[in-house]
Structures are given as structure tokens and as C-alpha cells.
């Protein structure tokens, strides 16, 4: 797409504003990310979470990177500028507002979910662990002025989803596919 007008009497901006994946140059500024200064992002020392730090950190934009455990290695993401660390237990999510320094969010990122490998994607209580979490998250949105939620979806959540238009009964193994999607409902 074409880029914006010009503002009214005067030169084309100087970086044009055009929509995420429409990026006809690297000088070009996503629309989303322009209204963006202050972002969370839970599970940010996992694979996606990582790559949201560094990509929002480029752009100057002030991260609150979520990770669960003291002792996690957030090694490549503390030396990202504008990033501040924050341990919170999935637990704790609902509280996140106490943890994070400015309260006026403009969008959170959920990355973080439990028993995504082996045997925990079937453990009933990990699973409902990570629905409780995503619930948390939304509540404490609202206690830091936050208006935007962006979840990590599965593709296996579209399997699932489809048999409840049908009256089919989903496979074994399916309870993490199941949690995900039912966060995704929230």
C-alpha cells in the first residue's frame, strides 16, 4: 500500500507509517508499533519472547520482560536497552501491575505457557495453571491502563476448534491444544 498522505500543508513525513507486514523498506514504521511505548511481554526469555524483546527493543519501545523464576537466564535479553526484568510466578500474574514501575501499558504480550512438551501437555493441572494465568493476565491489564492482549496461539488450537462445529469427539492427547484454545476465549 501506498504510504499515508502528507500532513495537511506541509512535506511527506519523514519515516511513512504503513501497516506490520507491509514493510516496503526498513525505514518504514509499523502503525501498531508507532502508538506503542510501553509493552509486557510474559515468557520473555522463551523462543518467541526473546525475539518480541529484541524486535520491540530496536524500536525503542520500553519492555517489561516477564520471566517466572529468579534464576531463569535472561542473559540475552537484559542487554537489550530499554528493558527492565520482572520475576513473576504464574501465580503473581494478576498482581503485575505492583511489579512494573509504570502502570500506563500499551499492549501485553502473552508468550509464557507451561507443559508444552511431553508428558505435562496432558497434566490436567498444568494445563488449567496456564488458562488461570491468561485470566490473570487480562485482570491486570485493566490495573495498568493496558487496552491491548496479544496471545500465543498453537496451530493445533484450529483442530480442536473445528470439532466443536462438529460432533466429533477430539483424539486422545488433545488437553493442551484444548487449554490454549479456551485462553484464546477469554
Known amino acids: 500500500p501506498p504510504p499515508p498522505p502528507p500532513p495537511a500543508g506541509g512535506a511527506p513525513t519523514e519515516t511513512p507509517l504503513v501497516k506490520c507486514g507491509s514493510m516496503p523498506s526498513r525505514k518504514a ?3 501498531m508499533c508507532a502508538t506503542i511505548r510501553n509493552a ?3 515468557g520473555a526469555n522463551g523462543f518467541l519472547g ?3 524483546c529484541r524486535n520491540l527493543s530496536k524500536k525503542g519501545i520500553r519492555v517489561f520482560a516477564v520471566v517466572r523464576r529468579e534464576t531463569a537466564d535472561v ?3 537484559a542487554a537489550f536497552p530499554g528493558v527492565e526484568i520482572i520475576v513473576s510466578k504464574f501465580s503473581e ?3 503485575l501491575s505492583e511489579k512494573i514501575s509504570d502502570c500506563d501499558i500499551d499492549v501485553v504480550y502473552h508468550m509464557a505457557w507451561s507443559g508444552v512438551n511431553g ?3 496432558q497434566e490436567c493441572s498444568v494445563q488449567l495453571t496456564n488458562i488461570y494465568a ?3 493476565i487480562v485482570y491486570a491489564c485493566k490495573e495498568m491502563n493496558c487496552s491491548r492482549v496479544v496471545f500465543a496461539a498453537s496451530v493445533s488450537e484450529y483442530s480442536i476448534y473445528e470439532m466443536m462445529r462438529t460432533d466429533g469427539t477430539p483424539p486422545a492427547g488433545t488437553l493442551y491444544h484444548s487449554a490454549k484454545l479456551a485462553a484464546d476465549f477469554l
Open 29 to 31: 514504521v509499523c502503525l
Open 40 to 42: 509486557v511481554i510474559t
Open 50 to 52: 526473546q525475539a518480541l
Open 75 to 77: 542473559s540475552r535479553i
Open 93 to 95: 500474574y494478576g498482581k
Open 119 to 121: 508428558e505435562l501437555r
Open 134 to 136: 491468561s485470566c490473570d
